[in-house]
């Protein structure tokens, strides 16, 4: 698109949550602006255009992201340091931890009206060192009825020197009036084996470690990236994974609230690497059960546990936990109240566990 200076004006590249869709939004961005391109189409990475780029300077480059408010402004530049912090540390966009960085980690971040209204001004002045502006927009699911109505006209007849460039984990949920108006783009997941080069090689992560990870992820990086991190607090999570299911044994609902108490406590997006964790075990639990020790990935402590406990999670409640943990998941994702998803879990826990112990053998 770029070589032959045919680039839609909206340019939407969809995919699967950490596939680096960001990344290579900027990257062709940065191509884009550069002034000179090596032959085999890469941007140069030495002009000034570029290194601008590398160091998120670039004067014709807009980032417009979700925030949270400061005082009763909602602008991204009020957040760009955060911003480019969280660009370097986490490249493939893990928007579990942006909140975090926003100073709340139970925000759910927004793109406002303000931000529609900011970015309007700044287009409205021609390119000053290229031939285009660029907005490189990430989440525009996550832009209100008020602000994509106040972007609709910039995004249907765009100055002739203006492009967005958009992300999306979620196209479902952008708004049809702005998806209508993209040229969509696909981005794929990775395959394990290419999850492997990038732990090695991007977060000098141990082959073998990252070989585990990436067999999990389903092709997700920063899914990869929890399942390692996770590594580092696996003896809690494998405490706080005990004593639900052995709670749940014995049906006892006191002691479950508590334990519903000490896993909020660890905060959202631990709670979210714990019911990651969950997950895990539970898989591990129905292949040992099936009686495919050889393609288990359990540590000896975790080993331990599962010989007793694997027989009770088989075909007749296997599905329904691992539903349950997803929504879990999904519903701290989305900030409802800890405490809550909890102890609504260990009690229908119960239910799960007692069919899988009365499952007929």
């Given amino acids: 698109m770029a070589d032959t200076g045919h680039i839609p004006h909206a340019l939407l590249l969809e995919g699967p949550a950490g596939v680096g869709k960001f990344a290579l939004a900027r990257a062709f961005a940065q191509y884009i602006h550069c002034t000179d391109r090596t032959p085999d189409g890469d941007s140069c990475g030495r002009c000034p255009s570029c290194l601008q780029h590398q160091s998120f300077n670039n004067i014709d480059t807009f980032y417009t992201f979700p925030v949270v408010k400061r005082g009763t402004a909602g602008l991204s530049t009020d957040w760009l340091p955060e911003f480019r912090q969280f660009l370097t540390d986490s490249p493939f966009m893990d928007s579990d931890r942006w909140p975090s960085l926003l100073g709340n980690v139970n925000a759910q971040p927004l793109i406002y009206v303000e931000e529609a209204s900011a ?115 696996k003896s809690r999570y494998l405490d706080l994974f005990m004593s639900l299911m052995r709670l749940a044994w014995t049906r006892k609902v006191k002691e479950l609230r508590d334990w519903s108490n000490d896993v909020a406590a660890q905060g959202r997006e631990d709670s979210i690497r714990f019911y990651d964790y969950c997950a895990r075990m539970i898989r591990e639990n129905f292949i040992l059960n099936l009686g495919h020790a050889d393609l288990n990935m359990l540590t000896d402590e975790e080993l331990t546990f599962s010989r007793r406990f694997s027989p009770y999670i088989n075909i007749y ?45």
């Fill in 317 to 361: 409640n296997v599905e329904d936990i691992f539903r349950l943990l997803t929504e879990a998941r999904n519903d701290v994702a989305r900030n409802t109240n800890g405490k809550i998803v909890a102890f609504d879990l260990a009690i229908k826990m119960i239910l799960l566990i007692k069919r899988g112990v009365e499952a007929p053998k």
């Fill in 119 to 233: 970015l309007v001004s700044r287009l409205n002045v021609a390119a000053r060192q290229s031939a285009y502006k660029i907005v490189l927009l990430w989440q525009p699911e996550r832009l209100g009825e008020a602000t994509a109505n106040k972007l609709l006209k910039l995004i249907e007849e765009p100055y002739s020197d203006t492009l967005f460039i958009m992300t999306s984990d979620n196209p479902e949920a952008i708004l049809p009036t702005i998806y209508s108006r993209t040229q969509r783009i696909s981005v794929r997941a990775y395959s394990p084996a290419e999850i492997v080069d990038i732990l090695s090689s991007q977060f000098a992560i141990d082959r073998e470690s990252a070989t585990i990870a990436a067999d999990l992820a389903d092709g997700n990086v920063n899914a990869a990236l929890r399942m390692v991190s996770v590594d580092k607090d």
